[in-house]
């Protein structure tokens, strides 16, 4: 998982999964196997958000989602399609990273304090929906030769 160290249970030196992930993903959860893409920095940070957006659901009050093919492979598709596709991509991942992380570690401390964190887990929710959906729309149309 990529480190995010503004987030409880994600440091560097974490000792397991956010609160509320299992760790390697549940069965069917649609969790990406990448392997040796797993090296790259996108991939582990395009899983950890999505490891990030689980608890936000969940403190939505969500039921966990069940990721596309597209969604599971977004970082190896902009590999390959590489050039403006991949760095615009490259950049939409940090920029949803930073609105993740202090997003979240907020709802953690406002659900810690025994508040109910649901209305703001919610508005955190769609925005990191709406920043994937855009995401999503880099990848390029079928029948465009990706970089060979």
Do not use: C
């Amino acid at each position: 998982m990529a480190s995010f160290p503004n987030l409880p249970g994600t440091s560097g030196n974490h000792s397991g999964p956010p609160p509320g992930i299992v760790a390697g993903g549940m069965p069917g959860s649609g969790r990406a196997e990448f392997g040796h893409a797993a090296l790259s920095a996108m991939s582990m940070k395009w899983s950890a958000l999505h490891d990030a957006a689980g608890v936000v659901s969940t403190l939505a009050g969500l039921s966990p989602e069940v990721r596309k093919a597209e969604v599971r492979n977004f970082p190896a598709i902009m590999r390959d399609s590489g050039g403006w596709r991949y760095d615009l991509a490259r950049q939409g991942v940090d920029d949803l990273a930073a609105i993740m992380e202090p997003g979240l570690s907020a709802l953690l401390a406002v659900h810690a304090r025994g508040v109910s964190a649901t209305a703001a887990a919610m508005a955190l929710w769609q925005e990191f929906q709406a920043a994937r959906v855009a995401l999503l729309g880099l990848i390029p149309p079928l029948g465009l030769k990706r970089r060979a």
